[in-house]
């Protein structure tokens, strides 16, 4: 029986050493963890660029001098929520799959698995397309994101492969930059129809990896 695929391991974006402090007591992590929340949230309502970090410090409860004491700039605050994402994206596990489901309705559930980081991060994503137009610094970080998320979406097809046939003329490198562009895209949207619009989006991946059966 074939092995299970194995996903990549997520890129260190950002190296803790430049950190000023990684905090290890929980009272630390969670002053940190708010500046990282109250930052998403404000780069969801106004974008990147508009965000001041007093602004961000304020909104979390905290000051400009707790901001310092765990982050160098609004960039690296940035950077540390996107490498957050990606872990998130990663523990999802979306190549564990119930065998005894139907393909389409493995696909459906993987697809809204991974629908629910990628909402709750829409705010990151919209700042982070933002950002990294301007920053060449984050223009090479977003080329190591895209690579990381394409590959790991071609790993999970070539999972998909294990369980049927996939297309002979399937092209899945292009397939999973287009599966990845979707699904940001569809996250950023205000969907009135989320259960319709994933179930959609499910099964136009279905028909674009299978062999059409009888």
């Given at each position: 029986?074939?092995?299970?695929?194995?996903?990549?391991?997520?890129?260190?974006?950002?190296?803790?050493?430049?950190?000023?402090?990684?905090?290890?007591?929980?009272?630390?992590?969670?002053?940190?963890d708010a500046l990282l929340a109250a930052a998403l949230a404000l780069f969801?309502?106004?974008?990147?660029?508009?965000?001041?970090?007093?602004?961000?410090?304020?909104?979390?409860?905290?000051?400009?001098?707790?901001?310092?004491?765990?982050?160098?700039?609004?960039?690296?605050?940035?950077?540390?929520?996107?490498?957050?994402?990606?872990?998130?994206?990663?523990?999802?596990?979306?190549?564990?799959?119930?065998?005894?489901?139907?393909?389409?309705?493995?696909?459906?559930q993987a697809v809204r698995r991974a629908f629910v980081p990628d909402r709750?991060?829409?705010?990151?994503?919209?700042?982070?397309?933002?950002?990294?137009?301007?920053?060449?610094?984050?223009?090479?970080?977003?080329?190591?994101?895209?690579?990381?998320?394409?590959?790991?979406?071609?790993?999970?097809?070539?999972?998909?492969?294990?369980?049927?046939?996939?297309?002979?003329?399937?092209?899945?490198?292009?397939?999973?930059?287009?599966?990845?562009?979707?699904?940001?895209?569809?996250?950023?949207?205000?969907?009135?129809?989320?259960?319709?619009?994933?179930?959609?989006?499910?099964?136009?991946?279905?028909?674009?990896?299978?062999?059409?059966?009888?």
């Amino acid at each position: 029986m074939p092995t299970k695929a194995q996903l990549l391991p997520v890129p260190q974006l950002v190296n803790e050493r430049d950190l000023p402090r990684v905090p290890q007591q929980a009272h630390s992590r969670t002053k940190r963890d708010a500046l990282l929340a109250a930052a998403l949230a404000l780069f969801g309502e106004h974008g990147y660029e508009t965000v001041k970090i007093e602004e961000i410090a304020t909104h979390a409860g905290s000051g400009v001098g707790t901001f310092y004491a765990y982050f160098r700039s609004k960039q690296q605050l940035l950077v540390v929520l996107m490498q957050r994402y990606l872990e998130t994206m990663l523990a999802l596990d979306l190549l564990t799959v119930d065998r005894t489901q139907s393909l389409l309705a493995i696909i459906s559930q993987a697809v809204r698995r991974a629908f629910v980081p990628d909402r709750a991060y829409a705010g990151l994503w919209r700042a982070w397309r933002e950002a990294a137009v301007v920053d060449p610094d984050l223009t090479a970080i977003d080329r190591q994101i895209t690579a990381w998320m394409d590959t790991n979406v071609v790993v999970l097809i070539e999972n998909f492969a294990m369980l049927a046939p996939l297309r002979s003329d399937l092209d899945r490198q292009a397939t999973a930059t287009v599966m990845n562009a979707m699904l940001l895209q569809l996250s950023q949207q205000p969907l009135l129809q989320s259960d319709a619009v994933l179930e959609a989006a499910a099964k136009m991946i279905y028909h674009a990896l299978f062999v059409e059966r009888d």
